[in-house]
């Protein structure tokens, strides 16, 4: 009987600036060197601030959706850095049909993850009769406003294209068909703050 001897040498991508994060798989090899020229793209992937991109976010599928794990990590980097390069829904073809409200998300949460007050929530269009469109976006309080006209175009004019009567947030009215900004007191009463008018909410 001969025996015989094999050295294997194996290659790892390791991120320096995050211990632990290392992988065999070539394929994740630019996503990290991409990741370097924008730090928050660690930190975003990794904990639980960004609602709409950060761990537990519903933009990522399977077991690597709630994984601290450095694979799980390495895996929604991933998908985070794809989400950015995709066209935004105002480069959409015809129809709504080519560009995501999501990229746009995903590119503004990587230029403005370090603001004060940054954080997310659940985005859903109501038609005055039912629940409809419904999206979790990242925003900060400055860029609310922005955020709700953006989700408003997508509901009405992407591929769900339904007529708007009001927006809520995170269970709580901020728009309404007169497009004012509504506030709750701590009775539950949901007020305009410019016409004083109580709207009673619809879910």
Request: overall charge neutral; some cysteine; proline content about 4%.
């Amino acid at each position: 009987m001969k025996t015989r001897t094999e050295t294997v040498v194996k290659t790892y991508y390791v991120a320096e600036a995050w211990p632990g994060i290392e992988t065999e798989t070539e394929s994740y090899a630019p996503v990290i060197a991409g990741a370097y020229q924008n730090p928050y793209a660690w930190v975003i992937v990794a904990d639980g601030r960004s609602i709409a991109w950060g761990m537990g976010a519903n933009a990522y599928l399977g077991t690597c959706r709630d994984s601290s794990q450095p694979w799980a990590i390495l895996m929604r980097l991933e998908l985070f850095a794809r989400w950015c390069r995709e066209p935004g829904f105002k480069e959409r073809g015809p129809n709504g049909v080519g560009g995501s409200i999501q990229a746009e998300n995903a590119r503004f949460a990587l230029a403005n993850y370090g603001c004060k007050n940054y954080g997310g929530g659940l985005f859903k269009q109501h038609d005055g009769q039912y629940d409809r469109a419904c999206l979790y976006l990242d925003y900060t309080p400055e860029t609310l406003e922005t955020w709700i006209d953006r989700f408003v175009e997508w509901a009405e004019h992407g591929p769900v294209k339904h007529v708007t009567d009001s927006v809520f947030l995170n269970g709580q009215v901020v728009r309404e068909g007169c497009r004012h900004t509504y506030k709750t007191s701590a009775g539950g009463k949901i007020t305009c703050d410019e016409c004083g008018k109580v709207l009673q909410k619809l879910w």
